[in-house]
């Protein structure tokens, strides 16, 4: 799963379920490789989250 976010100020670590996700480039988040990408021109960040059932926790930090 992918999560989408609009975030106005770069971030430099996200935490998904409490462990470092990884930084990838773009194409990475979205072909499955997982981690974290932030998209400066359009304030994105995308975040591959671990396919399964219940919620999951995302936290961005400066």
């Known amino acids: 799963m992918i999560l989408r976010a609009?975030?106005?100020?770069?971030?430099?670590?996200?935490?998904?379920?409490?462990?470092a996700a990884l930084l990838a480039t773009r194409n990475g988040v979205l072909d499955g490789s997982g981690g974290w990408y932030f998209d400066?021109?359009?304030?994105?960040?995308w975040v591959r989250?671990?396919?399964?059932?219940g919620p999951h926790t995302v936290v961005a930090g400066p």
Do not use: N, Q, Y
Request: charged share 30%; aromatic share 0%; net charge negative.
């Open 40 to 45: 400066a021109p359009d304030h994105a960040l």
């Open 6 to 19: 609009r975030i106005e100020s770069p971030v430099k670590e996200v935490l998904v379920d409490g462990k």
């Open 49 to 53: 989250v671990p396919a399964g059932a």
